[in-house]
């Protein structure tokens, strides 16, 4: 299923998107952009037979679009991006894992609660700012509080302080993905992060998903693969050089 994970990865980032009306399809290429430009405002689905890329970086310099572009392995469209004056930021690595009954987690998981109020989505939206070192608008957070199947946020504390965070979104062909992963620095190293996972791998169950999928850091793919992940493709991402 190479690269399944990334098409994933860019319908979540499109759904966020419309769920806070900041998404917009242009002519070879889509894009989520707040006006402050705080997550997940990035360029994507790039189709390199469409795309104006020296149009695509004026854009950008004049603050029209977002700063970064994810783009799967794609020799043609990198090399046309390095042609034009980006250079490649981070890559990050697809990971899916095939789940089947017998596996679903048994803990109830006490730590751990739904975002389905207001006040939980600030509350997640600043947990997930100090965890990934960003910012994260609580409107965009509060946007997806729509209750319906496709998306659910979660909260995870230790000693009664929310210091974790995590998302699971279902697609369309009922594989779920699991986003946003993170622990608050001085809470690391503590298991968490790995309880929170089990937690959307959980809830990927009762999605009656059979697969499970995410994008990590190489930090987080040593992590992922331990649970049993595999690698399925890259991401990488660019940026204009100054």
Known sequence: MTNYS????????????????????????KFSCQSN??????????DSNRIDFEQLKVK????????????PKDELAEKLLLIHNFEKTSVVKGMFLNISREHKPKDNFPTI??????????????????????????KTIISLLNFDSKIRLYLGSHNGSSVSCGI????????????????????RGR??????????????????SNTVVLVASESGERIYSKMGFKVDGTLSSYSIQE
């Open 6 to 29: 990334i098409d994933h990865l860019f319908d979540f980032w499109e759904y966020i998107g419309v769920q806070g009306d900041f998404f917009t399809t242009e002519s070879g290429y």
């Open 37 to 46: 430009m705080s997550w997940p405002s990035k360029i994507f689905g790039i």
């Open 60 to 71: 950008i310099k004049n603050g029209l679009l977002p700063k970064s572009l994810g783009i």
């Open 113 to 138: 609660q739904r975002v389905d109020t207001k006040s939980k989505a600030i509350e997640f939206a600043n947990v997930a700012a100090k965890s990934f070192g960003y910012e994260i608008y609580p």
């Open 168 to 187: 699971i979104f279902l697609d369309e062909n009922k594989v779920s993905g699991i986003h946003m992963i993170g622990t608050i620095p001085e809470y």
């Open 191 to 208: 298991g968490l992060g790995k309880i929170m996972t089990t937690k959307l791998i959980c809830e990927a169950f009762n999605n009656g």
